[in-house]
């Protein structure tokens, strides 16, 4: 019996799970339409109903492991973790800000409490639905501001009480209700249900067909529409690993189907679905973040982004083509034609022309994802084929509520750090520290960085660590000359690389779930392709990739075309393959023009680009006369 009652149980909670989930997605819609809600109180109240959910839908402990007796007894814990996330969000939404007597006589015991037990709350909510690693770094920072008096003079900080951090995190707008958190609540939630919607209407089915339509009968044709479904699935998903599970359901077998190794097709899915996150429209949550944290309106950021995105699924098409021509490999024997694709589905194509254009008009970011969801299901009542029913709809509200949980439990938790780092001044100290360490040098500061951004990313989501590196690396890289969008957008594209750099490559390892290849081995080939997060970044800092005010047309192309020219020379030297098969000779010369290219003064990067396309016409013409002589 006592398993009976527990199904029953688990039954009731998962339809109350359900219900909360979709009225989430309501409240949040109601939100971004009226905006009637302050800050002060709307950030509260997103909080505490996420929490609600987290441990709803986290249990602490799961019912196979827990045994059939003790079960009921987790599961009164989780309701009592539920109940005090209620109580918790409630007192502080309705906390009088008027009344400035807290900030001379302290809060009051029911205030200070209330406080405390959220941010306790929220560590725990981070650990099950993050992971430990997010908690811990928390943690340290949470010491640091509460102890750092007593350590040594180097790194030492005044020290505050604990009423001083739960005033100064959680009734104010610098720490858990700061700006991470904002973005979060308001962008980022409504975008994540325009991804969800797009699944549920089959529109992203129809990204991955028109992808195959495209590319599939090309040399490695899946594993060039893999790259291409994941440039369009992955900029408005929100997650490399969803992405990698999503479209690489399909494409890694084909892909191996074709001759590619498995732990190939893993890493060509992981390194196309964690790209995703750096190409316009959306860009996932990091690029809100960027808005909100420089000043820089959205529209601007994805402007500039448009052509380093291009390059990186370029540099990875290359590395796919490259592998296919070593293998031998060939296309697709039949694939569906692209008109027909896109008769059946162009109409999927008006929400991303709409939120595309809004969000290039500068229009509000939240209004724009409201109006991408509303367009997504317009567009998919248009077809009689793609029709959804209530019951699809209200999955998509679901499922957009709960796949934002992670997201905004990390972002919540990212903000207590940025509220230490501004609390207790190390910022700057981590920034004399990044100079003093690098030797001043640009070079050496983007190699401890990229460090950084590995590390934080083993147990980091791509948002928490680009939020945590960016307050304290930026400053670093402003001060030796880079621009300020230019050091966040470095930032941002160096957050992406945890997902496919080992030892923890979490994207690698989802792809590596399912062509069924060992983790590590297929860690290293997603590393492999995804060298353009490392190489542009490098082009972004040491020339002018990265349009900004006064700078030039001619600089910019030829900042372009030296971005190409180092891709194409380093895939040459790494692979020792173009059209025909390299001689060391030659890949040692492409290494040194890659190296080259990046410290050499600008005026004269012409002609190691002009070099490298003569490598490449001879190259080409070498192919031809072996392919006419056989």
């Known amino acids: 019996m006592t398993g009976e009652n527990n199904s029953s149980v688990t039954r009731y909670l998962l339809l109350l799970a359900t219900l909360l989930a979709v009225g989430l997605s309501v409240f949040q819609i109601w939100q971004g339409i009226s905006a009637q809600l302050s800050a002060p109180v709307f ?45 918790a969000a409630a007192q502080i939404s309705v906390f009088d800000y008027d009344d400035i007597s807290f900030l001379l006589d302290g809060l009051q015991m029911p205030d200070l409490i209330a406080g405390t037990v959220l941010v306790v709350l929220l560590l725990e909510a981070t650990r099950r639905t993050v992971g430990m690693t997010m908690v811990i770094v928390a943690g340290v920072f949470i010491l640091y501001a509460l102890f750092g008096d007593v350590l040594p003079a180097s790194v030492a900080s005044k020290g505050f009480s604990l009423e001083e951090m739960i005033r100064f995190h959680i009734f104010s707008t610098n720490g858990v209700f700061g700006a991470p958190l904002a973005i979060a609540a308001g962008v980022v939630f409504i975008f994540v249900l325009f991804g969800a919607f797009l ?51 399909l494409t890694i077998p084909m ?22 996150q750096i190409m316009p429209p959306v860009m996932g949550a990091g690029a809100f973040v960027m808005a909100q944290f420089t000043g820089i309106s959205y529209s601007e950021i ?12 370029t540099c990875t098409l290359l590395y796919v083509h490259l592998m296919a021509v070593k293998l031998d490999l060939k296309g697709m024997s039949q694939t569906e034609q692209i008109r027909t694709v ?43 084929h793609s029709r959804i029913t209530i019951g699809k709809f209200f999955e998509g509200m679901k499922e957009g509520a709960l796949m934002a949980l992670p997201i905004s ?22 920034t004399q520290f990044l100079l003093a360490m690098s030797g001043g040098y640009l070079w050496s500061v983007l190699l401890l960085i990229a460090v950084a951004a590995i590390v934080l990313g083993m147990g980091l989501p791509v948002t928490a660590a680009y939020i945590v590196l960016s307050i304290m690396a930026v400053p670093a890289m402003m001060d030796l000359g880079v621009s ?131 490598l490449v016409v001879l190259d080409v013409l070498k192919h031809r006369r072996e392919t006419a002589a056989a």
């Open 255 to 276: 892909m191996k189907k074709l001759g590619y190794k498995p732990e190939q097709a893993a890493g060509i899915e992981a390194a196309a679905s964690t790209g995703g």
């Open 43 to 87: 950030r509260p109240v997103h909080l505490g109903w996420v929490l609600v959910l987290v441990f709803l839908v986290y249990p602490l402990v799961k019912e196979e492991h827990a045994g059939p007796k003790l079960y009921p007894l987790f599961r009164l814990i989780d309701l009592a973790m539920i109940v005090l996330s209620g109580w």
């Open 484 to 614: 300020l969008l230019a050091a966040h957008m470095i930032v941002f594209w160096l957050s992406q690389t945890s997902n496919v750099t080992p030892p923890i490559a979490l994207a690698a390892f989802a792809g590596a779930g399912i062509a069924g290849s060992k983790p590590m081995p297929t860690a290293v080939q997603a590393f492999k392709l995804a060298q353009g997060f490392f190489l542009i970044p490098a082009m972004m800092a040491f020339s002018t990739l990265i349009w900004t005010d006064g700078d030039t047309i001619w600089g910019y192309v030829e900042s372009i075309l030296a971005t190409v020219a180092l891709i194409g020379a380093f895939a040459g030297a790494i692979e020792g393959q173009w059209a025909t098969r390299l001689g060391k000779a030659l890949r040692v010369v492409l290494a040194a023009i890659a190296v080259v290219t990046l410290f050499i003064p600008h005026e004269y990067r012409i002609i190691l680009v002009a070099i490298v396309a003569v």
């Open 342 to 384: 896109m008769a059946q589905g162009w109409h999927f194509l008006l929400p991303l022309i709409l939120i595309t254009a809004l969000l290039l008009m500068s229009y509000s970011p939240v209004l724009v994802g409201i109006a991408g969801c509303a367009a997504i299901l317009i567009a998919a009542m248009l077809r009689k």
């Open 199 to 249: 699944q549920v209407t089959g529109a992203g089915q129809f990204f991955i067909d028109a992808a195959f339509a495209v590319a599939g009968k090309y040399r490695g044709g899946p594993a060039k529409a893999s790259v291409i479904a994941s440039a369009a699935l992955g900029s408005i998903s929100g997650s490399a690993i969803a992405n990698t599970v999503t479209t690489g359901a």
């Open 409 to 430: 439990v990390a972002c919540a938790t990212a903000g207590i750090v940025v509220g230490v780092v501004g609390q207790t001044g190390l910022g700057l100290q981590f």
């Open 302 to 313: 994805l402007l500039v982004s448009i052509v380093p995105a291009i390059m990186y699924f």
